[in-house]
């Protein structure tokens, strides 16, 4: 047996107590730190979400997950509380069913959810009647929204909703922004943010109804510090952001989600490893991404990863690979 | 290193440590996804610090940039090393415990006081004592290098002396603390694993040990000769020469690659016989008598990698290759055929496994069905019950140790081979970014915002001096060559260096400028150092 | 960090400006000159320039200031200074209302027509600046607005400015070194114009700031108003000031909690959170350092108490808030002070001033080992930033989103360090609490409300102004005395968070038990009369436009929810309801308990209250009814 002269291990951290409390009635036991969400998804209990992602810090922007707990004044989000020894919690009583089905309906009347995979399920469940609101308010002009000053806004037009419609936004060939299908729930900035990539081409700006995500001075992408890694579009709920090739096969009707493989593989460019899984649709690779788990990229890609494999699609550049077969 | 050829640390490590000298690398550019997880750790606390001649986007999230003269590393590492010396922080047990020759290495790193490295390196004494302290006091620290260290004519040297200030610090073997190489290529790392270089057998065994040759002549029933092949810059010599005459080439772009450009391709093209196994008609490709068109081994192809973490990785095929082109296994076996020897058809998976056979103590634990569950695993990894290593070197800590103690080494400053002198005034340093790869066969063809063409940067101060404006042209050149490209005025750059890619080589190609000066030891010829001329030439264009 | 700076150029104005805020910079690597010398080999950077951040609204207002908005160059200059992504910085920028984010002329009239002004003269100065000057100023001009001239002063709506109880309110901003800025009350059409063209502001509404009960021998929090000189030290120390000070350091920083805990003080901002228990938890928090912060971010529609205190008996606040940094272990005080009150910013900056200079601040406070020093920190324009998680991430440089709850602000607030937070008003408390002792304290008022409240009379009434009140007081007898209108309709109780009551459920005492029972809340202390000469519908639907406007748009329960209900009010106003009166109001029922439900903080939680009891208790909209 030998010894070692320090520990070299990886410091090992105090076990986490058990704590026990209560969801819809059931027991459950979990982990000192563990929030609501995750203990209901323990025991097989749905709760919708929208802003929540499990490699993004919990912003509790969207309160699509709230729960009932018991003795609180108002709702918690599941996303980010945390379980308490003896917490009572409901996750469908009638408060929470109400204040979704309002969530909800405030977005399907207020933004463009066509996109948002799952969405038409979600409403139908809470019996969601966004035309209740009043008819869409037509598009804003582009750059209206942007103009808005905080603090101040136009009189409602009692004809219509106030929506967040506004053109599409194509102002690169990587990507493209539309905004009108934008729920704010965070995510994009996040992950472009502190969260992964770091680079902080986009806030939030403005506030209230005119709060936006937005480069500084609303520049296009190209002249912002947008570095095209595309870890944005990775974890976009709705379709807001997307990348052009989906962007166009979607408008030309030949985008086939049936059609599609995906397979995971290794990037080809720098050494650090990165799963790429590639989405392919007829021998053509239409759209790459990485695996959220992977502990790697944990979903991140840089631009090569994302956008660099023109290089192998069936046409004239990789034709020329057999000009001189030998 | 000790032994193993790869960097001895997980990425998850750089989010825990307190302080990571990240040296001679740009990864904020060339390895975006690591450097993710070394923000991780600078949100978590980790002072880092980062030592380049350019104060690059990397640097930019340094709590100190150490922009050091380039090739002085030497100077930059053996300074600190008399100052944790002297200051009484080198750790004392773990040098008793586990290196050799700490005593010949104290009195080499002797004259290297802080005025001298000072001198030397150009950065002030204090920054560089501050630097030592705070890595020698460090709980865990780790240091971490790209190219900026190894495409030097001494390049084995500034490795070894990163390696020892880690051995001296007791920086090494331990969660969180090592010495990690990132790699520039996907597959650096497997090709060395699998026995890719010229002077080891797979999994990193020495071809020069009987026991091993014995042991490969066994399973192959082949005799292997017991000398050291040879690296590209040794085979460039002997094809000068005349000792080489026929060369196999696949997946390598030597021509456009490779320093002094012109001088490669006259090589290649005199060579008797060139086959060139490639995805494209590169630039070597057009030179060869034969080519072989392949098919992308990442997409059309199965296999494995190797990356910066030893983490073993499957690549799979999602897509059918072009018509035409080959599986790269089916060329080897056909041409094993043709050449007499009957390889069968192996798959990738039943290569592997023989790879797994000839180097079990390496890989005998990484079946395919775990790579696949377990999402790749980190080499050594000797058995099915192993989860593979997240670092390396625990042993050496042991007492008594296990195997063979971590020698320090004798290095010495030496300074790039080519200086600036008054014909070629300002320094060229070479590397990559972020949009682009190598020599941009795989990038260039791909719509990103942010390419925008090669360029020569420099700085401000330089911009005025020679009285050009941002797009506007200048002909750069060196002893070897020239080329005319638009400049750029950046400011992560000081006066008298220069910075050039090598993504853009049928516009400019920057490689016949470099300097093909290389590191015997190994192979690498020094990229980052070569003294240029500039003149600004009248006719501009739209560079951003 | 590796930001991707702005090409824009900064003029030397704003250079200035900035430098003047930020000091000079301190390399070529964060705005400055390069110097081969010192910026070739080494740069320095990182955590250290990260921290920072906080400097960033300061900078920011430091351009508004001085030039009148903030230039791309300006906010490029701040960006390389603090090393903060242009993008983020924009972001800041674009969420506080009293940042320009595009020209502006030099001179901006605020003009108030929130619920306060509106029916109380003005209607009449708005009327007025539209036709000098044109429209007020509601978009940034690259929409679709209007072009500004940097030398023709124009106009904006504003909400409430805190001057109710001298409304109309105007406050005058001109950029310039140094900037001026005025908060004028009592403003006549006349006044408006000569502002609007050109002329220049008279003193301030409070540079002598008085009570309608001056002099009365029972006030406690007011006692010093309008009789001691708030600008003087001496004056203050002369009227007893310090003596809490002192002690405090003889009973110890447990013998303080102890005091106020036995007062049951309570906080006046709103919560009602046992002040005691809230200083024991910071004190016995092991993470440091401690922050304190004194709220004075007084938005609330309606409310002036803390202006009033600030102005009047600006030492104090800072006295105060000593004791309680010695009871909690705080070394570092922010002041988080409304955009609005230029003059309580200079009296609250020369309280502290002279208070350093007289050892009463700084390092060995009274002799004693204890150090503790005081820093104002300006809001620019947002409501939510009296919310104290929102106010958190506005001093640290962000914009202002309130936090999720818990963790609460005495585990991780400000920086994510321990932080008390307190209301002015319950700072104020703290002086007679030390003074005479807990139980002395807990005598006045009733049982379950000790002590005395602020309360902001305003509207109808013959005497508005800021009135103390014991707890328990009759809301009938505090309208008597400032001479409330015989036509007396409702009363705004609480703010634009809190309730309309009609005039006929005016009896009932002024408690937190009182108003529970009642069905209402004392909220900010705001009682604001409204008569037959004013419109209540056009008020609910300002409070309704407040909230749409003031939402930091963060939860889409809010951000959403307040438009919805905005747009339902409109509707039945105009008689354009979707099925009716009786639908609008189940819609505005639903929209309202969504509201207050699933909202992140008490901005969306009480957007709802005025509204439903203006339809319910004062039975509005029924015009709509089909």
Redesign the interface.
Known sequence: M?????S????TRAPKKPLAFTIDGRAVTVEEGTTILAACRTIGIEIPTLCFLETLR???????C?VEVEGAR??A?SC??TAEAGMVVYTKSA?VI??RR??LE??A??VDLSTTPGMAELLAEYDCKPE???PPKPHA?A??R???????????D??F??TVGQPVMVD???YVRDYAKC??C?KCVEAC??D????????????????RI????AVP??D??????GNCIAVCPTGALMAKPEFDMRAAGSWNIEAQ?T??????????????S?H?QD???VKATSPLE?????G??????R??????Q?GP?????????? | MFGAGGGTNS??EVE?TDVVFLWGSNARA?????F?HL?KGV?NGTRLYVMDPRRTDSAK?ADVWMGLNVGSDVALSNTMAREIIHAGLAHA??IA?GTTGFDVYRAAVEPYTLDVGEQLTGIPAAAIREAAHTFATADKAMICWTLGITEHHNAVDNVLSLINLCLLTGHV????CGCNP????????GGGDMGAIPNRLPGFQDILDPAVRAAFERHWGVPIQPTYGKNLTEMLHAMEHGKITALLCAGENPVQSDADGNKVARLLGGLDHL?VQ????TKT?QL?H?????T?????ADGT?????R?V????????P????RDELWILAELARRLGTDLGNPTAEELWNEFRTVAPAFAGGMSYARLESL??IQWPCPDESHAGE?FLH?RL????V?GRPAPFSVVEHAGPAEQPDAAYPFLLTTGRR????NTG??????????HYGETVDMSPEDAVMLGCADGDLARVSSRRGEVTAPVRIDRALRAGLVFMTFHFPDSVDTNVLTNDQYDPKSGTAEFKACAVRIEALVASVGAR | ????L?QAVPSDTERAAVDAVLGAPASGWDGGVRVNARDSHLAYGGRAMRERRHELVPALQALQARVGWIS?GG?GYVCERLQV???????VA????LL??SPRPRRMLHVCDDVGCRDNGGREVEAALVAAGGPA?????????MQLDANTPAW??S?CLGLCDQAPAVLVTDAGDPAVERLIGRVTADVARALLAGAAPGADALANTVVPQVGDPSLVLLQRVGVVDPTSLTAYRNAGGYAALGRALQLGAEGVIAEVTASRLVGRGGAAFPTGRKWEAVRTQRATPHYLICNADESEPGTFKDRVLLTGDPFAIVEAMTIAAFATGCEHGFVYLRAEYPLANERLQGAITQARAAGLLGENILGQPFRFDIEIRRGA??Y?CGEETALFESIEGK?GEPR?K?PFPVQSGVFGKPTLVNNVETLANVLPIVLHGGAAFAAIGTTQSTGTRLFCLSGAVERPGVYEAPFGTSLKALLKTAGASPRMRAVLLGGAAGTFLPAADTDFPLSLEGARAAETTLGSGVVMVFDDSQDLEAAVLRIA?FF??????????C??????Q??AL??LA?G?T?GGAEAEFA?LE??G??M?????CGLG?TAYAAVESAVKRLQLFQGGAV
């Open positions: 030998t010894t070692t002269l320090i070299i291990e990886r410091p919990p912003v509790n922007a969207c309160r699509l709230v108002v709702l989000p980010s509380r408060r109400h204040a309002l969530v405030f977005l009347s207020s209740r609101y009043g002009l750059g209206e942007d103009a808005a000053i905080a603090g101040h806004h136009a009189a409602p009692p004809d909703a106030a690169n060939d990587l729920v704010l965070y943010g502190a992964h990539q770091n680079s902080f081409a986009i806030a939030v700006a403005g506030r209230g109804f005119n709060a937005s480069t500084e001075m992408l190209p912002s510090a947008c570095v095209y890694c493989t397979t995971d593989t290794i990037c080809p460019y720098c050494g650090v490893g990165c799963t790429l590639l392919v021998n053509t690779i992977n502990s790697i990229t944990l991140n890609l840089c631009v090569k990863g956008f660099g494999w023109q290089y192998v069936p550049s990789a034709d020329s690979a057999t000009t001189r077969d030998g | 990425y998850a825990e060339a390895h975006p996804i690591w993710h923000l949100r999230w047990a773990f415990n073997g331990r969660w969180a990132l790699r520039g290529q996907n597959n650096v790392q086959v490639e995805i494209f008609l490709a060869a034969v080519v072989l068109p392949a992308a081994s990442w997409c059309e990698v190797t990356n910066s973490e983490r990785q499957r690549v799979r095929k999602a897509k059918e072009p018509a035409g082109a999402g790749g997240t625990g800590w042991e007492t008594p296990r972020l949009e682009s790869y066969v795989q990038t260039g063809g791909y719509a990103s915002p942010l | 960090m590796d930001i991707r702005l791309e906010l992504p242009p993008a983020e910085a924009w972001g674009t969420f506080y209302a320009a984010t100023v509601a978009h940034e001009p690259s929409g679709t607005h904006m709506h909400p324009g947002a939510i914009r999720s818990p436009a749409r406007d003031e939402s930091c748009g963060q939860c889409v329960p951000r959403v929810g307040t438009v919805r905005e747009e409109h509707r105009r354009k979707r819609l639903e929209i308990v969504a207050r439900d699933a909202s992140i939680q």
